[in-house]
């Protein structure tokens, strides 16, 4: 794949093509103008550009492609900036253009009797959340970065947060997409089809390729009946083997609503989000692990509460719980969600953090944990795993916290090594080590020992018909 220190900066010839496209207010070439788009949060990867476009349309989108193609300029597709793994930055060459999409924010259609909306990639998550809700519907995408990532985004990294378990990733509520590929030309549509079969689909293959082999530009996305009846509980128990029984427990039990959440804990966790973040536990005593249990129906109000209770006082009969808290208002609800939504938070406060995205079967969370624990305390004696997240489809942030008594550089001095053990977990257990965030910068280089050769060859092979020269995010993804 292509080097990105081998492209050249655009001239002013082609910088004032761009001006004429978008309007020269839209082509940020000032430094300070620039930063937001060159930093991410973590501040892990600072990169710098050329400049910055912001198109206003699916038809700047093109044209301003069609230009960086003809002049060989490397273009970096950009949403809301809350990626994870560099995927969204420029490398530090200054060589590349950052192309925002944050400018197309329109929700252009809302269709009830097909249950779909349809977006421009611009719409902040949030955005689209109320929206629907305006409209007495559900659209059930939600991640912690909600209040700023953008629909086209979530798409490019297949985004998955809170609700996999009941209405699967970002891909799963996609029913049709457009995008425009390097040379400015634009595929796809916005027909909101459940059926279609009418060749390769297109969408399947741009979702989740990080904007590698496209720029999504809008989308038509799935709707749900709004959500009338809730309940939340937080309950406690010994180990993560109870709590994967805990969800098997609910799964062949539930006769009423929708498991929507089950989100696993550890105890350290739960400790730094109360120290830090002015939280309180919802239980008396403290457990070794707990679990956030959400239950959602569209009847009458009080029906999932009551089933709720009825499978955690089956639990309890059953020892699979110590004890369970159930949220007796939205206030409630959400101040459970907020010890859950506060993990990566409160860790900032506990010094250096080395940070997995991983999912793994769910019947070997309990087997990576403490085979994954075991592995980082034989590296860094006195390291902190924080392990929580998404337990119900596998998906966990197993986050390593610094020994108390290490300073900070020290510690993250030594994330490579960490990262490698950790991952070799994973792929002894049939995982993988990107379960949302995508692969970025910072994951290329494990790609080949996850794919196969044939897939590898496969995946170059798809880059080189959707993008021959290359200019688009460059030196991401592929290895």
């Not at 978008?22 to 788009?37: F, I, K, N, R, S």
């Not at 208002?329 to 859950?340: I, K, M, S, T």
């Not at 995508?438 to 018909?465: D, F, H, V």
């Amino acid at each position: 794949m292509r080097d990105p220190a081998s492209f050249s900066p655009p001239s002013g010839a082609v910088l004032e093509r761009f001006a004429r496209i978008v309007g020269a207010q839209h082509v940020l070439t000032d430094a300070e103008a620039m930063a937001p788009y060159l930093r991410e949060w973590r501040d892990r990867y600072v990169g710098r550009a050329a400049a910055v476009l912001r198109p206003g349309s699916e038809e700047e989108v093109a044209a301003l492609l069609k230009v960086a193609h003809e002049a060989d300029v490397a273009i970096v597709p950009q949403g809301g900036n809350t990626g994870l793994v560099g995927g969204q930055i420029p490398y530090e060459s200054g060589a590349e253009v950052v192309l925002s999409l944050s400018r197309l924010n329109r929700v252009l259609d809302i269709d009830l009797d097909n249950d779909t909306m349809t977006l421009q990639a611009g719409v902040i998550l949030a955005d689209a959340q109320t929206a629907a809700k305006e409209a007495s519907r559900l659209f059930p995408l939600s991640l912690a970065a909600e209040g700023s990532c953008q629909i086209g985004g979530n798409l490019a990294t297949n985004a998955g947060g809170l609700n996999v378990i009941a209405y699967g990733t970002a891909r799963a509520q996609c029913l049709a997409l457009r995008a425009v590929l390097a040379d400015g030309s634009v595929v796809g549509s916005l027909n909101g089809l459940r059926k279609d079969n009418t060749g390769y689909d297109l969408r399947d293959v741009l979702i989740g390729s990080e904007g590698t082999l496209g720029v999504i530009t809008a989308a038509v996305m799935r709707l749900f009946p709004a959500v009338t009846d809730r309940a939340v509980a937080f309950a406690g128990m010994e180990s993560p083997a109870e709590a994967v029984s805990l969800l098997t427990f609910f799964r062949e039990r539930l006769q009423c609503g929708v498991l929507t959440a089950f989100e696993l804990m550890s105890h350290l966790g739960l400790s730094f989000a109360v120290k830090h973040l002015g939280l309180r536990a919802p239980l008396a005593a403290p457990t070794p692990w707990y679990v956030l249990v959400e239950l959602s129906g569209h009847g009458a109000a009080g029906a999932v509460m009551a089933e709720m209770e009825r499978i955690l006082g089956d639990a309890f009969e059953a020892g699979l719980i110590e004890d369970a808290a159930l949220a007796q208002n939205e206030g409630q609800a959400e101040a459970f969600w907020r010890l859950r939504e506060g993990m990566s938070e409160a860790q900032k406060y506990e010094g250096g953090s080395i940070k997995n995205d991983i999912a793994v079967p769910v019947s070997r969370i309990a087997e990576f944990i403490e085979t994954a624990n075991a592995r980082v305390q034989a590296l860094v004696p006195g390291a902190r795993p924080v392990p929580f997240g998404h337990l119900g489809d596998g998906n966990l942030h197993y986050n390593i916290s610094q020994p108390p008594d290490m300073s900070r550089e020290a510690f993250l001095s030594r994330w490579d090594a960490v990262v490698e053990a950790v991952n070799e977990v994973v792929l002894a257990l049939g995982g993988s080590i990107s379960a949302e965030h995508g692969i970025g910068r910072m994951k290329r280089q494990w790609l080949a020992r996850i794919k196969s050769p044939a897939e590898i060859a496969l995946m170059r092979q798809l880059k080189q018909a959707f993008d021959p020269k290359g200019i688009l995010n460059p030196g991401k993804l592929l290895p």
